[in-house]
């Protein structure tokens, strides 16, 4: 089991920043990369970023690349997501997810509680 705590949400206006943090406990050595997903009202889930543990290989969803940024702590097993240049439609429930191997794929079977992300305009 990942146990995952996300943090750092808020209201935040058009143009500003924001840093997200999510901490991983229990067997996050079983974890071989982590993503942040987020959830607009009234839409899907959808992946925003992911970052490797061992190498710190980074992905990014089109609409986010040049403005977010993941980054990850070894040591704290936290992993951060650096929002700037926001906008209104980046509001959503942020989440948090560890990715393991389910037994024939990687999968993203932990996830955090989500924290809300609201960009005023």
């Known amino acids: 089991q990942v146990q995952l705590v996300e943090s750092g949400g808020g209201l935040v206006q058009a143009g500003g920043s924001l840093r997200l943090s999510c901490a991983a406990s229990?067997?996050?050595?079983?974890?071989?990369?982590m993503g942040w997903f987020r959830q607009a009202p009234g839409k899907e889930r959808v992946f925003v970023a992911s970052i490797t543990w061992s190498r710190g290989s980074t992905y990014y969803a089109d609409s986010v690349k040049g403005r977010f940024t993941i980054a990850r702590d070894n040591a704290k097993n936290t992993v951060y997501l650096q929002m700037d240049s926001v906008k209104p439609e980046d509001t959503a429930v942020y989440y948090c997810?560890?990715?393991?191997?389910?037994?024939?794929?990687?999968?993203?079977?932990?996830w955090g509680q989500g924290t809300q992300v609201t960009v005023s305009s």
């Open positions: 997810a560890a990715r393991v191997w389910s037994g024939d794929e990687w999968r993203y079977d932990y």
């Open positions: 229990g067997r996050t050595f079983s974890a071989n990369a």
